[in-house]
């Protein structure tokens, strides 16, 4: 193919809506065509990156391979296609002021005076530009964050409006994802909110190609009619999309609502095949009909809002379609365990989840928690923090270190089992200074981390300061501990398990990172095997 094409996806009327698992459905179905294709997310705000969000803000954070601390929308891009996303598919506002304030230090703009439009909308265009000049992609679809309206996007509107201007309207293509409500009063879907959002852009000099409908309830013939008319868009680029049981049916409903022939129609790249959504479509029919239910504890402080968990949570339904197992995810608030209740909150749990997390609130909760799960013989996966909760809770108790405790929480304890590590010692910005991104890790034979992955050497994707402090390591393997996957390069302990447990397994890393739903993590895929084994035993 000569050049990569754009699809620019911009959402109106409330946030929320869905976004991006619109871009990813319509990405997966490119994809599906033969057509290699990534999605990129712009977000609207001064963080450099999400790294310093608080999971309450934003939802989780992402960690890339190659390490960028991204938007949780960049997980879905990677579960619905399968690939691998870099720090260049992920730009914020933050990003772009501090590369062109930079560039302004250095004195780089010659005297020019430095603004929004065209300094910023060039930096804003060059960051999209970037994928397609890798000459890696067919498509690049770049997802704009936020509602059109609002002050903070609008630079981004102009760039991609400048975009189209140059490449042309069969090399771009604009996608608006809006809201039609549904009132009950008088059962009637509205279209007036969408009339307005389409005319907010069409006053920044763009008119959507095609437009995505959310709704509760189908929408008629007259209603797309009325919208296409009032907001010059084709009625058969008229698309709804209508709230469904999984999120992964999207893609679904998207190829029968047509939005891919659609937009290879209009960026003329009708010589595609069409897409094989065969084994997508069984994994979709295994999620809806599930011929068991397992109820999985995960145990965080974050859990109010699903979104801090989002990949964990969607692990865990990938890993269950592979057995048509439902896996019900009952969010415990580490806050609420005591001593007293830690066992009401956790018997019916048919597996246990420590979450990743920072900082100590809430920490003797998930340490209870862990300490619950090991003594009852309840399938356990600590992950990250959830691993150093793990170790602290079998020095306190098995080897009789009643202070042990990881550094972070009490720098002076007398048994730091997890300690800072050594390349951490001096850092002390916030943003962006973790171990992160993957690394390898190697896998002892003989193990039951072994048995779930089949092989003995693995990438994982990290975000941490801690790790276990291998001073301890020769008492711990005493002890029916096993340090099971270990770094090759620095030899850190980047999985734990037990022996005399029927499953129980920590890891330094987050395997939630990299499970699609085609490709299913092997270690959620045995979690949740073990926790259907102990839902039989508790029946
Ligand atoms: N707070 C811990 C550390 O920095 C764990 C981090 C995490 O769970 N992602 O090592």
Redesign the pocket.
Known sequence: MSSTKYIFITGGVASSLGKGIVTSSLALLLQERGLSVTIQKLDPYLNVDPGTLNPYEHGECYVTEDGAETDLDLGHYERFLGINTSQANNVTTGRIYQFVIDKERKGDYLGKTVQIIPHITDEIKRRIMLLGKSKKYDVVLTEIGGTVGDIESLPYIEAVRQIKFELGSTNTLFVHLTLVPYLSATGELKTKPTQHSVKVLLENGIQPDILVLRAEKHLNRGIRKKVALFCNVEYDAVIESIDVSTIYEVPLLMQKEKLDQIAIRKLDLQETKAPDMGPWTEVVSRLKNPESTIQIGLVGKYVELTDSYKSIIESLSHAGATYKCKVKVNCIHSEDISKDNVSELLKDQHGIIVA???GDRGIEGKVLAVSYARKQNIPFLG???GM?CAVVEFARDVLGLPKAHST?MKPRTPDPVIDLMEEQKGITAKGGT?RLGAYPCTIIKGTKVYKAYRKTSIKERH????EFNNEYLEEFEKNNFIASGINPDSQLVEIMELKNHPWFIGVQF?PEYSSTVMKPHPLFISFVKASMDESVEKI
Do not use: V
């Open positions: 990743p997390g920072f992950i990250c923090l150093q972070e973790m975000r941490h300061r801690y987050h």
